[in-house]
């Protein structure tokens, strides 16, 4: 699920963080740093359930609407097409779903009302009138309306993404990107096996963000003189805290992990300083870490495994 660049944003977060509190515990700071992966995982799991939890309130309006004291003939012989929509119903029935939900503790106890209003606000899209109108009933209909009735309407319910701020407010960081996850997870699904995402692709990117966090922390004081030495008089004071992190991670990967191209480190984050800093970041970050790189290939520092990763 979590990419490389999505794990240094994550590792620049935490640190910036880090050396703007007082407390300067590094196991608590990196039990905090795993603390935040998982919430990104937190928040797919969370979007899962909604479309579940969405199926469930349909099933019990149309089980309620049949003890009405005047029944009507959409209350007799009611359109199920919803409710026993082939997507939603293994989703639902999903083992791997459930027991991460419980892990979490993640449920819509007490968001009835929403609910509710979500769903008869989704009732009169087009899209969703359309699809119970259909004939016929298929897996790969049934997913297909869900991931365009998802990704148009459900996450863009100003009620729902209140919710979301109200638990998380991280969630907000990662919104976009765990959104396309879950409308990839839908698109992916074949009848009766579903693939949720795990967090991370493998173990070693798992490592790579914990390798990144630790050794930035201990050589932040020698990199910190590395980029004074290059700033031209110019007082590292001054430097913007974002800038200073962003060089000492990319020293980090240059410098202390064998496996990752220097070319590879330089672009992620020359790149990362023209979204996360000021707007002369970019050239900044660019113009120094350059510098010290043709120092580090003069005097032969930069000790890498493999073919090609030092170019």
Same mark, same amino acid.
């Given at each position: 699920?979590?990419?490389?660049?999505?794990?240094?944003?994550?590792?620049?977060?935490?640190? #910036?963080?880090?050396?703007?509190?007082?407390?300067?515990?590094?196991? +608590?700071?990196?039990?905090?740093?795993? +603390?935040?992966?998982?919430?990104?995982?937190?928040?797919?799991?969370?979007?899962?359930?909604?479309?579940?939890?969405?199926?469930?309130?349909?099933?019990?309006?149309?089980?309620?609407?049949?003890?009405?004291?005047?029944?009507?003939?959409?209350?007799?012989?009611?359109?199920?097409?919803?409710?026993?929509?082939?997507?939603?119903?293994?989703?639902?029935?999903?083992?791997?779903?459930?027991?991460?939900?419980?892990? @979490?503790?993640?449920?819509?106890?007490?968001?009835?009302?929403?609910?509710?209003?979500?769903?008869?606000?989704?009732?009169?899209?087009?899209?969703?009138?359309?699809?119970?109108?259909?004939?016929?009933?298929?897996?790969?209909?049934?997913?297909?309306?869900?991931?365009?009735? @998802?990704?148009?309407?459900?996450?863009?319910?100003?009620? @729902?993404?209140?919710?979301?701020?109200?638990?998380?407010?991280?969630?907000?960081?990662?919104?976009?990107?765990?959104?396309?996850?879950?409308?990839?997870?839908?698109?992916?699904?074949?009848?009766?096996?579903?693939?949720?995402?795990?967090?991370?692709?493998? +173990?070693?990117? +798992?490592? @790579?963000?914990?390798?990144?966090?630790?050794?930035?922390?201990?050589?932040?004081?020698?990199?910190?003189?590395?980029?004074?030495?290059?700033?031209?008089?110019?007082?590292?004071?001054?430097?913007?805290?974002?800038?200073?992190?962003?060089?000492?991670?990319?020293?980090?990967?240059?410098?202390?992990?064998?496996?990752?191209?220097?070319?590879?480190?330089?672009?992620?984050?020359?790149?990362?300083?023209?979204? #996360?800093?000021?707007?002369?970041?970019?050239?900044?970050?660019?113009?120094?870490?350059?510098?010290?790189?043709?120092?580090?290939?003069?005097? *032969?520092?930069?000790?890498?495994? *493999?073919?090609?990763?030092?170019?």
């Amino acid at each position: 699920m979590l990419n490389r660049r999505h794990l240094r944003i994550r590792v620049l977060q935490v640190l #910036y963080a880090w050396q703007q509190s007082p407390d300067k515990d590094l196991a +608590k700071a990196e039990k905090s740093f795993l +603390k935040s992966l998982h919430q990104v995982e937190e928040l797919y799991i969370f979007l899962l359930l909604y479309i579940v939890e969405l199926r469930d309130y349909a099933a019990n309006f149309i089980e309620d609407s049949k003890n009405k004291k005047l029944l009507t003939e959409a209350d007799v012989n009611p359109n199920t097409k919803f409710i026993d929509n082939l997507f939603i119903n293994s989703l639902k029935d999903d083992t791997a779903l459930l027991t991460l939900a419980g892990a @979490f503790k993640l449920s819509f106890a007490g968001e009835k009302e929403m609910i509710r209003n979500i769903y008869f606000t989704i009732r009169e899209t087009e899209e969703f009138q359309e699809y119970m109108e259909a004939e016929g009933q298929d897996f790969e209909t049934d997913k297909k309306f869900i991931s365009k009735l @998802f990704g148009k309407h459900l996450v863009e319910e100003e009620i @729902f993404q209140g919710l979301l701020e109200e638990k998380n407010i991280h969630w907000d960081d990662d919104f976009p990107f765990i959104t396309s996850m879950v409308i990839k997870t839908i698109k992916d699904a074949s009848e009766g096996k579903i693939e949720l995402s795990p967090l991370f692709k493998d +173990k070693e990117d +798992k490592q @790579f963000a914990l390798d990144l966090f630790r050794k930035t922390t201990v050589h932040a004081d020698r990199f910190t003189e590395l980029i004074s030495s290059k700033t031209n008089n110019w007082e590292i004071e001054r430097v913007a805290q974002i800038d200073l992190l962003m060089m000492q991670m990319a020293l980090t990967e240059i410098l202390e992990m064998p496996t990752v191209p220097v070319k590879v480190a330089m672009n992620e984050y020359i790149d990362m300083a023209k979204y #996360y800093s000021t707007p002369k970041s970019k050239s900044f970050v660019n113009g120094i870490l350059d510098s010290i790189l043709m120092d580090f290939k003069r005097d *032969g520092a930069i000790k890498k495994t *493999g073919r090609g990763l030092i170019e």
